[in-house]
């Protein structure tokens, strides 16, 4: 073999190799991609098919769960325009009655811009909005000027401004004590009305 053909032979040789190796890399991702491909759109799916059935479960529990409030505040005025101020822990409306809202631990203020407001509280309150009428339940307390009261449960017609309560209502002022069944404020708290089994103390000064 001659120089000359020596020198002509070693580049082919070289441009072969160099070929092979990219024929090789040119197989191993003719495979290796198609599977890439294959694998990311698997994921893809089964990604898009638990959001969808996740969500599909958890739409209609989110859509029917009451809303709540966290210390709500509600301003009004009666139909005489005395103000009148409800708060409370939390709100929430009824599920099976969209009127009735829920209430913990109402606080009512009465003629709220008044001189002497009259405040009631309680550990529990239903508010009907179709009526206009507040529940208060529970270890209703009543205060207003030197007055304090204590019963079980009270009434307000926020249309009307009156409270009205059934049940033991038991009372001290600085005038003396006082027990009935039934009771009633009217005339902005001016105006205390008991019935049934009045029992009064007058302390003498």
Do not use: C
Request: without cysteine; glycine residues 10%.
């Amino acid at each position: 073999m001659t120089l000359a053909a020596a020198t002509v032979h070693q580049p082919v040789r070289g441009d072969f190799e160099r070929w092979r190796r990219r024929s090789r890399l040119i197989r191993r991702l003719r495979v290796i991609l198609p599977a890439l491909i294959v694998a990311i759109l698997l994921m893809l799916l089964g990604f898009i098919l638990h959001t969808t059935f996740l969500g599909r479960d958890a739409a209609p529990r989110e859509a029917d769960a009451p809303i709540e409030l966290v210390n709500p505040r509600f301003v009004g005025k009666d139909d005489k325009g005395r103000a009148f101020v409800l708060t409370a822990a939390t709100a929430v409306r009824d599920e099976n009655d969209y009127q009735r809202v829920l209430l913990d631990q109402p606080a009512l203020i009465l003629d709220a811009e008044g001189v002497n407001p009259t405040r009631v509280t309680a550990k529990s309150g239903v508010y009907r909005e179709d009526r206009r009428v507040l529940n208060l339940d529970g270890g209703v307390k009543m205060s207003g000027g030197d007055v304090t009261f204590d019963t079980a449960s009270s009434i307000f017609n926020t249309a009307t401004g009156e409270l009205e309560g059934e049940g033991l209502i038991s009372g001290a002022s600085s005038l003396g004590e006082i027990t009935a069944k039934s009771y009633g404020v009217y005339d902005k708290g001016e105006r205390l009305v008991f019935k049934g089994g009045v029992r009064g103390r007058i302390d003498s000064k």
